[in-house]
């Protein structure tokens, strides 16, 4: 059975960055579409990016497009986000999750991403 562990997130102030990492263990990643979603107090979870399981590709949401980025290193079987020029509406609990068939099966523990001055 596929385990998600996300990297420790952080405090980062308005404008900077920070590197999630998810992972994986139980299983390969290559073997799933994993995807990022985070979930802001009294909000409800979107997603934020994903990448496929078959050619890498990926997707992002408006709010993040240009600023983040996707990517997995299959020999260490992790995925990552890079999250730059980040605003205060980034702060968020963010997840890491893996998709068998239609749904999202296995997620991570979530970690706290806060973006204050």
């Known amino acids: 059975q596929l385990q998600l562990v996300e990297s420790r997130g952080g405090l980062v102030q308005p404008g900077g960055s920070l590197r999630l990492s998810c992972a994986a263990s139980g299983s390969t990643i290559n073997f799933y579409y994993i995807a990022w979603f985070r979930q802001a107090p009294g909000k409800e979870r979107e997603g934020v990016s994903c990448?496929?399981?078959?050619?890498?590709?990926?997707d992002y949401a408006d709010s993040v497009k240009g600023r983040f980025t996707i990517s997995r290193d299959t020999a260490k079987n992790v995925v990552y986000l890079q999250m730059n020029s980040l605003n205060p509406e980034d702060t968020a609990v963010y997840y890491c999750?893996?998709?068998?068939?239609?749904?999202?099966?296995?997620w991570g523990q979530g970690t706290q991403v806060t973006v204050s001055s």
């Open positions: 990448i496929s399981s078959s050619d890498g590709s990926t």
């Open positions: 999750s893996a998709q068998v068939s239609t749904t999202w099966r296995y």
